[in-house]
C-alpha cells in the first residue's frame, strides 16, 4: 500500500541550530514530492517541491530537500532556523495525474531560545 | 494575492445537525479538495473536484457530501453531523491537479 512516513512526531531545536526533518515514501512509481508547513492557526504554505530533475531541491525561508530515490526520502533541512519555523511541516506525495495527495502525519517543530 | 476563503474559522453544532462549510477560490482554479486534519493523522482527502458539477471521492467520504455548482466556490455538507466528524476541515484549490495546493485557514467543528 502507498504510504507516506514522517517518522518525527515532535522535534525540539535551538534557535541557530540546523533542523533537519525525515519523510520516507512507499510507493511504486517515481512521486511528486512536496513539503508544507502550518503556522498555528493557519492554513498549509508550500515550501519547496519535487518533480524532476536536480534531486536537492530549494525552497522559501532558507528550507532544502534532497531526493533520494535509493532510500525513498525526501528529508527537509535548513542550516539554521530561526524563531519563526516553529510550526507543523507536513511532507505530501503523488503519484497519480489527479493530484491525490498523501500527506505524512507532521512534525512539529519547537525552536528555543 | 491568492486566497482560499473558508466562510467558518469555528463552528459548534449538535449531533444529528446538517452542516455546511463553505469555501470559495478567487485564482480560477480548476481543482478544489477538502482536507480532515487529525492529530497523529496528518491530512485525509475527504472529496476532490476538477470541474463544476463534478466531484470525486477521496479516502474517508462516508458521512460528507460535497457540492460544486460554480467554479470558485466548492460546499462540504456534513448531513448528520456525528461527534467523530469534530475536526478540522481544510479547503485547497490547484491550478493543475498534482501542481502547488493552496489552503484556506481551516474551519475547526465541534459536535457535541
Known amino acids: 500500500a502507498q504510504s507516506v512516513t514522517q517518522p518525527d512526531i515532535h522535534i525540539t531545536v535551538s534557535e541557530g541550530a540546523s533542523l533537519e526533518l525525515r519523510c520516507n515514501y512507499s510507493y511504486g512509481a517515481t512521486p511528486y514530492l512536496f513539503w508544507y508547513v502550518q503556522s498555528p492557526g493557519q492554513g498549509l504554505q508550500l515550501l519547496l517541491k519535487y518533480f524532476s530533475g536536480d534531486t536537492l531541491v530549494q525552497g522559501i525561508k532558507g528550507f532544502e530537500a534532497e531526493f533520494k530515490r535509493s532510500q525513498s526520502s525526501f528529508n527537509l533541512r535548513k542550516p539554521s532556523v530561526h524563531w519563526s519555523d516553529a510550526a507543523e511541516y507536513f511532507c505530501a506525495v503523488t503519484t497519480d495525474s489527479w493530484g491525490k495527495f498523501q500527506f505524512g502525519a507532521g512534525t512539529q517543530v519547537v525552536v528555543t531560545p | 494575492d491568492v486566497k482560499v476563503t473558508q466562510s467558518s474559522r469555528y463552528l459548534v453544532k449538535r449531533t444529528g445537525e446538517k452542516v455546511f462549510l463553505e469555501c470559495v477560490q478567487d485564482?480560477?482554479?480548476?481543482?478544489m479538495f477538502w482536507y480532515r486534519q487529525d492529530p497523529g493523522l496528518g491530512l485525509r482527502l475527504i472529496y476532490f473536484s476538477y470541474d463544476v458539477k463534478m466531484k470525486e471521492k477521496g479516502d474517508i467520504p462516508e458521512g460528507y457530501s460535497v457540492s460544486r455548482e460554480k467554479k470558485e466556490r466548492f460546499s462540504l455538507i456534513l448531513e448528520s453531523a456525528s461527534t467523530n466528524q469534530t475536526s478540522m476541515y481544510l479547503c485547497?484549490?490547484?491550478?493543475?491537479?498534482?501542481?502547488?495546493?493552496?489552503f484556506g485557514e481551516g474551519s475547526r467543528l465541534t459536535v457535541l
Open positions: 485564482m480560477d482554479h480548476e481543482n
Open positions: 485547497a484549490s490547484s491550478l493543475v491537479p498534482s501542481g502547488e495546493l493552496f
